[in-house]
């Protein structure tokens, strides 16, 4: 409760005295130029809560601007006309990345869905728009990437949002419209650590997840991926050109010279939603292919008559494929009884519509009735012609297509399904197949400098960000380890080749035997306190004579 409030000598300045039961308070109050009024940190006096206030009021009345229109600039006008003119001639997807973290204003999804009108709500022109640039502080900035956390927006997202806000407001200062960069204030949020963050597939995991992906495109796509470590979009550039057998000097390799991205058709520089780039790092690389799965790319660039400049993994191929698996093996005429409850919002729908899809569930009934009504829509708004999925057993030949795979559709239709028929206990993404090449190479034996290669990384230390655990092996070879330094200092021979620990070392000395006396005297916590000190290397020199000579140190 405020009790008292003292207006102080300086303008914009005020102070308020709180009661409370330690005692009270004194809480300082500086103006922005919008006419709000923020809070310092309570003091104990009055005369510390006055400084403080009188020091943030300070800093914006020391402002000075070189620009006249600064006084009054919003961020939507510092947007509009100074910061997207300059990336007008970047590549198409930094465009539509920038585009959708500056949103459109409104706080309204173009699309419906929780998670686009979550991104709407946190998008920067709808937060910071209106306000001039000279107002927006570090309480703002620290406002805005909260609300992100609590929204549960991953650390990634949340440093890209911020990375595309820096720059705005650091062109501002480069111009001299504001004196400083509020982001700089504002610390980085922690990354939360998860359970699955140093993991990577294993063998038997992949076999289980492997055998729930039907389609013969579908498989030789995920296998050539997980072969050779290609992100998606590297594989489904790939052009039967690209395919280049074992000589004398190289063996059997494909060249990765292109990619596929997809910007949308609002950012495409082409009119359709894709568009092929060069590959990340703009480096053209060959990338070895095991001789079984070269083998079995060959076949399927023949099998379909796949022309040089056509794309391999044809997007209408790999839907024929799928829409001739259900032509097969039908789904039942009747959903199953029962409703769908989205633990989340506590909504509820019938099995077997395009509606409860849109409520979160994944059941074939539900997915397969949206997979219709997107087609559905799509015919009607004649967007989509005639497809080789359109009707049951039609035919198409399409050795010159070039039309990739979707990214999200593959997810969403193959992956995903897939890796929860597995029965993992989490959930690994297709990206993780990249991880499990490099992880797989280096546990086989594989140097770092080949992964590197194959891999498209510039430097080894992008190499050991991937570099997972499959197993406990490198725990079972520190207590190996450790259990080999006990067995020296009980003087026991080594548990791994049976070699006395004192070989060598004058085990008949006396000094030796009496330290060895005395550490078997010495209770347990007391000695691993020892060889811990011992494995630092620090108080070695201490204990030089109760352990053996250096050169049979292992």
Same mark, same amino acid.
């Given at each position: =409760?405020?009790r *008292?409030?003292?207006?102080s000598?300086?303008?914009?300045?005020?102070?308020?005295?709180?009661?409370?039961p330690?005692g009270?308070?004194?809480?300082?109050?500086?103006? !922005?130029?919008?006419?709000?009024?923020?809070?310092?940190?309570?003091?104990?006096?009055?005369a510390?809560?006055?400084e &403080?206030?009188?020091?943030?009021?300070?800093?914006?009345?020391r402002?000075?601007?070189?620009?006249p229109?600064?006084?009054? /600039?919003?961020? *939507?006008?510092?947007?509009?006309e100074?910061?997207?003119?300059?990336?007008?001639?970047?590549?198409?997807?930094?465009?539509?990345?920038?585009?959708?973290?500056l949103?459109?204003?409104t706080?309204?999804?173009?699309?419906?869905?929780?998670?686009?009108?979550r991104? *709407? +709500?946190?998008?920067?022109? #709808?937060?910071?728009?209106?306000?001039?640039?000279?107002?927006?502080?570090?309480?703002?900035?620290r406002?805005?990437?909260?609300?992100m956390?609590?929204?549960?927006y991953?650390?990634?997202?949340?440093?890209?949002?911020?990375?595309?806000?820096?720059?705005?407001?650091?062109?501002?200062?480069?111009?001299?419209?504001?004196?400083?960069?509020?982001?700089?204030?504002?610390? %980085?949020?922690?990354?939360?650590?998860t359970?699955?963050?140093?993991?990577?597939?294993?063998p038997?995991?992949?076999?289980?997840?492997?055998?729930?992906?039907?389609?013969?495109?579908?498989?030789?796509?995920?296998?050539?991926?997980?072969?050779?470590?290609?992100?998606?979009?590297?594989?489904?550039?790939?052009?039967?050109?690209?395919?280049?057998?074992?000589?004398?000097?190289?063996?059997?390799?494909?060249?990765?010279?292109?990619?596929?991205?997809?910007p949308?058709r609002?950012?495409?520089?082409?009119?359709e939603?894709w568009?092929?780039?060069?590959?990340k790092?703009?480096r053209?690389?060959?990338?070895?292919v095991?001789?079984?799965i070269?083998?079995?790319?060959?076949?399927?660039?023949?099998?379909y008559?796949?022309?040089?400049?056509?794309?391999?993994f044809?997007?209408?191929?790999?839907?024929?494929?799928?829409?001739?698996?259900?032509?097969?093996?039908?789904?039942?005429?009747?959903a199953?009884?029962?409703?769908?409850?989205?633990?989340?919002?506590?909504?509820?729908?019938?099995?077997?519509?395009?509606?409860?899809?849109?409520?979160?569930?994944?059941?074939?009934f539900?997915?397969n009735?949206?997979?219709?009504? +997107?087609?559905w829509w799509?015919?009607?708004?004649?967007?989509q012609?005639?497809?080789?999925?359109?009707?049951?057993?039609?035919v198409?030949?399409?050795?010159?297509?070039?039309?990739?795979?979707?990214?999200?559709? #593959?997810?969403?239709t193959?992956?995903?399904?897939?890796?929860?028929?597995?029965g993992?206990?989490?959930?690994?993404?297709?990206?993780?197949l990249?991880? &499990? /090449?490099?992880?797989?190479?280096?546990?086989?034996?594989?140097s770092?400098r080949?992964?590197?290669?194959?891999?498209?990384? *510039?430097?080894?230390?992008?190499?050991?960000?991937?570099?997972? +655990? !499959?197993d406990?092996?490198?725990?079972?070879?520190?207590?190996?380890?450790m &259990?080999? =330094?006990?067995?020296? =200092? +009980?003087?026991?021979?080594?548990?791994?080749?049976g070699?006395?620990?004192?070989?060598?070392?004058?085990a008949?000395?006396?000094?030796r035997? &009496?330290?060895?006396?005395l550490? %078997?005297?010495?209770?347990? %916590?007391?000695?691993?306190?020892?060889?811990?000190e011992g494995?630092?290397?620090?108080?070695?020199?201490?204990?030089?004579?109760? !352990?053996p000579?250096a050169?049979?140190r292992?």
């Amino acid at each position: =409760m405020v009790r *008292a409030a003292r207006r102080s000598h300086a303008r914009g300045v005020s102070v308020e005295k709180r009661g409370g039961p330690r005692g009270a308070v004194y809480v300082g109050r500086y103006t !922005l130029p919008d006419g709000r009024r923020p809070s310092v940190p309570s003091q104990r006096s009055w005369a510390a809560a006055f400084e &403080a206030a009188r020091a943030e009021q300070d800093k914006l009345t020391r402002a000075r601007f070189r620009d006249p229109r600064a006084s009054h /600039m919003t961020f *939507a006008d510092l947007v509009g006309e100074h910061f997207l003119p300059t990336y007008a001639h970047t590549s198409p997807i930094t465009r539509k990345n920038i585009a959708s973290h500056l949103g459109d204003g409104t706080g309204r999804p173009v699309r419906g869905g929780g998670k686009n009108a979550r991104a *709407a +709500r946190h998008a920067l022109l #709808f937060v910071f728009g209106g306000k001039p640039i000279a107002t927006i502080g570090p309480q703002d900035v620290r406002a805005w990437q909260t609300s992100m956390v609590r929204a549960g927006y991953g650390h990634a997202s949340i440093l890209a949002k911020r990375s595309v806000l820096k720059n705005i407001l650091e062109l501002a200062r480069a111009n001299g419209w504001i004196d400083v960069n509020p982001v700089d204030a504002v610390r %980085e949020p922690p990354k939360r650590q998860t359970t699955d963050a140093d993991r990577a597939l294993t063998p038997e995991e992949w076999v289980l997840v492997r055998a729930r992906i039907t389609g013969e495109t579908a498989l030789l796509f995920v296998d050539l991926t997980l072969d050779t470590g290609l992100r998606f979009g590297e594989v489904s550039g790939l052009r039967p050109s690209d395919i280049v057998d074992a000589d004398g000097r190289d063996p059997q390799h494909v060249w990765v010279r292109q990619e596929v991205v997809w910007p949308g058709r609002a950012h495409s520089d082409t009119g359709e939603p894709w568009q092929l780039k060069e590959p990340k790092g703009r480096r053209w690389r060959k990338v070895a292919v095991s001789p079984d799965i070269h083998t079995r790319l060959r076949a399927y660039v023949e099998r379909y008559a796949v022309t040089p400049d056509a794309l391999i993994f044809d997007y209408g191929r790999i839907r024929a494929e799928r829409a001739a698996r259900r032509e097969r093996d039908p789904l039942p005429t009747r959903a199953p009884h029962g409703r769908y409850v989205n633990p989340d919002t506590g909504r509820s729908g019938v099995h077997g519509r395009y509606t409860t899809y849109n409520l979160g569930c994944r059941c074939p009934f539900c997915r397969n009735a949206y997979s219709e009504y +997107r087609f559905w829509w799509a015919r009607q708004r004649g967007r989509q012609a005639a497809s080789p999925w359109a009707e049951p057993g039609f035919v198409e030949d399409r050795s010159d297509a070039v039309d990739p795979i979707p990214h999200q559709w #593959f997810n969403t239709t193959v992956w995903e399904p897939a890796v929860r028929d597995a029965g993992l206990d989490w959930r690994p993404t297709f990206h993780d197949l990249r991880h &499990a /090449m490099v992880t797989w190479s280096l546990e086989g034996g594989a140097s770092a400098r080949a992964v590197q290669g194959d891999a498209g990384h *510039a430097s080894l230390r992008t190499t050991e960000i991937y570099v997972h +655990r !499959l197993d406990s092996r490198v725990s079972d070879e520190r207590l190996a380890a450790m &259990a080999k =330094m006990y067995a020296r =200092m +009980r003087g026991e021979p080594a548990p791994d080749d049976g070699t006395p620990a004192s070989a060598g070392t004058g085990a008949a000395d006396p000094l030796r035997q &009496a330290a060895l006396a005395l550490l %078997e005297t010495l209770p347990p %916590e007391r000695l691993a306190e020892l060889i811990a000190e011992g494995l630092r290397g620090q108080n070695a020199a201490a204990s030089v004579t109760a !352990l053996p000579a250096a050169g049979d140190r292992s």
